[in-house]
Nanobody, 130 residues
Framework: QVQLVESGGALVQAGDSLRLSCVAS????????????MAWFRQAPGKDREFVAA????????YYADSVKGRFTFSGDNGKNTVYLQMDSLKPEDTAVYYC???????????????????WGKGTLVTVSS
């Protein structure tokens, strides 16, 4: 069974930084692990889940939601099967449960809302106080 395990969520103040991690188990991934695009989504209380960022494992192109562009950075470590979401200049409106996701769709399809997420993590809570 494929698992995506997020960590790093915390209670922080506005303006602070935080880095989320997502470790992917690859036991049942295809041998071409690079076939998967990785993404971060978030869901604020009372709201629908929304796209945050997506990239391929090659990291050639990364897509960001306008609300986080310039503040969040998506990176990965292939050797550790881990992706990260560096979040800087956090705002109270960034408060949400953040989910890691893996998809066989292209990253741009996920960005445009036409991709299909194959695996989801259970999420990690980020709370930003004002």
């Amino acid at each position: 069974q494929v698992q995506l395990v997020e960590s790093g969520g915390a209670l922080v103040q506005a303006g602070d930084s935080l880095r989320l991690s997502c470790v992917a188990s690859i036991d049942t991934f295809p041998s071409t692990f690079a076939s998967y695009a990785m993404a971060w989504f978030r869901q604020a209380p009372g709201k629908d889940r929304e796209f945050v960022a997506a990239t391929s494992w090659s990291g050639v192109t990364t897509y960001y939601a306008d609300s986080v562009k310039g503040r969040f950075t998506f990176s990965g470590d292939n050797g550790k099967n881990t992706v990260y979401l560096q979040m800087d200049s956090l705002k109270p409106e960034d408060t949400a449960v953040y989910y890691c996701a893996a998809s066989l769709s292209h990253a741009y399809e996920i960005f445009h809302g036409t991709g299909t997420i194959k695996y989801w993590g259970k999420g990690t809570l980020v709370t930003v106080s004002s």
